[in-house]
């Protein structure tokens, strides 16, 4: 009898987490694919036979009734993604890099409508034109003479750069090796083959903090102390650091990846939902 209600209790518990992560994806909180549809069928279908009484098989339905509502949201998004033509912009970038220059052009010249537009000056612009002209007061009274006292020019102290916040206490390159020794360390306790997500990275207790981290990892990428790879399919963005500072990386040509750190994303990075 025991062996019979374990299965039955840890169903109910099972089902009933599932019925509430629809709920949230059904409010539009979540994306609609976060949901394994065929993982959770299969749940479903393994507990399915234990269930006898009423109550057990209202819960089961429940639980096919807001599947149905995730797949159609699935389907909804599917279908407008369809409809308005949505392209990914990097697969966009290699089916250009692709084709050949002639094949460009042709592309070009099909959707090409260039616009033309002819301007001529009536006689009711010229008369409002001299009405502004004659209302001007003379050059002399708009353009008075400015009191400008003369300031000598001097030298700010490395100490009153650093009580501005222009340096910090340490020099900069000292500095961004102290970083990138805290990237490696990062990776080695909480990264997977040798890299870390960008946002576990620069992410701290405070938004300025977390600014000021995403600034100094901008610098150990430009700088070739470190590089992001970019997972398209699962938008998710991380950052490797080298073992040695690679210096041909600044004699290359570089492309710009910008990546917004938003106050926004940070709440939602402290909330646990952005990668």
């Known amino acids: 009898m025991q062996s019979t209600k374990e299965p039955k209790k840890l169903g109910k518990e099972r089902l009933e987490r ?28 393994e507990y399915f036979p234990h269930w006898q009484h009423p109550d057990e098989l209202k819960l089961d339905a429940e639980t096919l ?30 089916k250009i890099l692709q084709i050949g220059k002639q094949e460009m052009v042709n592309v070009f010249l099909k959707a090409w409508h260039p616009l033309i537009e002819f301007e001529q000056i009536s006689l009711n612009s010229l008369a409002q034109g001299l009405l502004y002209w004659e209302a001007l007061a003379p050059i002399g009274e708009r353009w008075k003479d400015l009191d400008v006292s003369e300031v000598s020019m001097g030298f700010a102290s490395r100490d009153e750069l650093i009580k501005q916040g222009v340096l910090g206490d340490r020099e900069f390159s000292e500095e961004l090796n102290c970083y990138w020794q805290e990237l490696k360390d990062c990776v080695a306790k909480k990264g997977q083959d040798g890299k870390i997500q960008y946002w576990d990275f620069i992410g701290a207790d405070t938004y300025e903090e977390t600014v000021q981290r995403a600034f100094l990892t901008s610098f150990l990428v430009t700088y070739g102390y470190a590089t992001l790879e970019i997972d398209r399919l699962e938008e998710q963005v991380f950052i490797k650091p080298f073992e040695k500072q690679k210096t041909e990386i600044l004699t290359q040509q570089s492309i710009s990846i910008p990546i917004a750190v938003s106050f926004e994303d940070w709440q939602k990075w402290k909330r646990g939902e952005l990668n």
């Open 18 to 45: 599932i019925i509430e992560m629809c709920i949230v994806i059904e409010n539009h909180n979540v994306d609609p694919f976060t949901l394994n549809i065929d993982e959770i069928i299969k749940v479903v279908k």
């Open 65 to 94: 009734h807001h599947l149905a509502s995730v797949i159609k949201l699935q389907s909804e998004w599917v279908k407008q993604r369809s409809t308005s033509l949505y392209t990914d912009p990097f697969l966009l970038e290699e």
